[in-house]
């Protein structure tokens, strides 16, 4: 597989993802949330919000992922905004504790995949400037027929 497709991938699958995560979120507060069921109202109502912004987050990933080339600075600052929240659970754990579990999946998903993103990150502009260098029209203009306005 090369780095482009690589790259195309895993921006798609963070926009379904981060949008399936958010809209669930959205429809089910605080029973979306591992450990949080009877957190109550003002917990559900920001979790809800926070899931709507999620959702939106994801499809930002989406957008990034139907343009050629992929933009790398899309790309890189998406994921600076996902490594923010792996770090963000980093600094709960060591000011509040140990939290559920899937909490600890998670932040090792985006520790782990935030390097890989920004490393991949212009992988899709470098594969489209090589096609492009390597195509027989920079060497060879198309002919002209004489109908061209200057």
């Not at 992922?65 to 790309?75: L, Y």
């Amino acid at each position: 597989m090369t780095r482009a497709k690589a790259l195309r991938g895993l921006v798609l699958a963070m926009g379904y993802a981060c949008t399936a995560i958010g809209l669930l979120h959205v429809l089910l507060g605080n029973a979306a949330i591992p450990g949080a069921t009877d957190a109550g109202a003002t917990i559900d109502s920001f979790g809800r919000f926070i899931g709507a912004v999620f959702a939106g987050y994801g499809l930002a990933w989406l957008w990034a992922a139907r343009q050629s080339p992929i933009p790398a600075t899309a790309v890189r600052w998406l994921t600076a905004v996902f490594l923010a929240g792996g770090l963000g659970r980093l600094l709960s754990l060591a000011v509040e504790g140990r939290p559920h579990g899937f909490q600890l999946v998670l932040a090792a998903l985006e520790l782990a995949l935030s390097p890989l993103l920004f490393l991949l990150a212009d992988a899709d502009a470098v594969a489209v400037a090589v096609a492009d260098a390597d195509s027989p029209e920079r060497d060879h203009p198309p002919a002209r027929d004489g109908n061209e306005t200057a």
